[in-house]
T-cell receptor, first 109, second 112 residues
Framework: LAKTTQPISMDSYEGQEVNITCSHN???????ITWYQQFPSQGPRFIIQ???TKVTNEVASLFIPADRKSSTLSLPRVSLSDTAVYYC??????????FGTGTRLQVFP | DTEVTQTPKHLVMGMTNKKSLKCEQH?????MYWYKQKAKKPPELMFV???????INESVPSRFSPECPNSSLLNLHLHALQPEDSALYLC???????????FGPGTRLTVT
């Protein structure tokens, strides 16, 4: 399973765009990239998943360069409620997810 | 119904007790999972059930015993736990193996 590396923490202000980058140098051909959000004492929540190029949904965008060795989760115009831990996961078998340390995002007013 | 429910929300048990955690989903998902999460740590996968059969056991001690009575229900039976087993136990489901997972709110377990 590909190992992921993310910044431990990030700070932002309300209304700003936040980009969280995840490094996964040994990603395999069949691996997908998935991001989850977790609030304290709650279960993680699926945000977005992608394989290559760009994926966008109603809450975020995921940018994956051609070499797929990294990916960037983009959160447009964050609010205080986006303060959470964000996990990047890489793998073919989504049923064997290995969560990395995650990025703790703090949004300030 | 678009959520995963877990009961109880909180559980305190002694090391000699036997208790069970329950997880339920009515989304027709065919894969279900148990995770353990310690404070300020990422979730750790414990068990995976795929089409009601145990497909992954991540070398979990035998004092944790999973059960999947049907496609909507997942139990985790606990026996002779240790204080270090105190954690948030999360259940998740996915439409099929390899799909994104939907997590329940968790059961906060304290072993005394």
């Amino acid at each position: 399973l590909a190992k992921t590396t993310q910044p431990i923490s990030m700070d932002s202000y309300e209304g700003q765009e936040v980009n969280i980058t995840c490094s996964h140098n040994n990603i395999a051909t069949n691996d997908y990239i998935t991001w989850y959000q977790q609030f304290p004492s709650q279960g993680p929540r699926f945000i977005i998943q992608g394989y290559k190029t760009k994926v966008t949904n109603e809450v975020a965008s995921l940018f994956i360069p051609a070499d797929r060795k990294s990916s960037t989760l983009s959160l447009p115009r964050v609010s205080l409620s986006d303060t959470a831990v964000y996990y990047c996961l890489v793998g073919e078998l989504a049923d064997k997810l290995i969560f990395g340390t995650g990025t703790r995002l703090q949004v300030f007013p | 119904d678009t959520e995963v429910t877990q009961t109880p929300k909180h559980l305190v048990m002694g090391m000699t007790n036997k208790k069970s955690l329950k997880c339920e989903q009515h989304m027709g998902h065919r894969a279900m999972y148990w995770y353990k999460q310690k404070a300020k740590k990422p979730p750790e996968l414990m068990f995976v059930y795929s089409y009601e059969k145990l497909s992954i056991n991540e070398s979990v001690p035998s004092r944790f015993s999973p059960e999947c009575p049907n496609s909507s229900l997942l139990n985790l039976h606990l026996h002779a736990l240790q204080p270090e087993d105190s954690a948030l136990y999360l259940c998740a489901s996915s439409p099929a193996p390899r799909n994104e997972q939907y997590f329940g709110p968790g059961t906060r377990l304290t072993v005394t």
